[in-house]
């Protein structure tokens, strides 16, 4: 977990709220996307394209 690997509580719980919350947006070269609604949440390990821009964009 991000935990493990040392990251701060607060960090953790604002990265749950993004994931997690009704909808959101994606911002590209600091222009916001349209919002959208999440239908299902991510699994750990799951293959889908999402699933990876996440693991990139928080791995860097």
Known sequence: SLL???FNNSWVDLILIYVSSASTSV???CII??????????????????????HYCFAD
């Open 27 to 29: 911002m590209i070269n």
């Open 33 to 54: 996307g349209n919002f959208f609604d999440f239908k299902c949440g991510l699994r750990q390990g799951d293959r889908s394209p999402l699933a990876l821009s996440m």
């Open 4 to 6: 493990q690997l040392g």
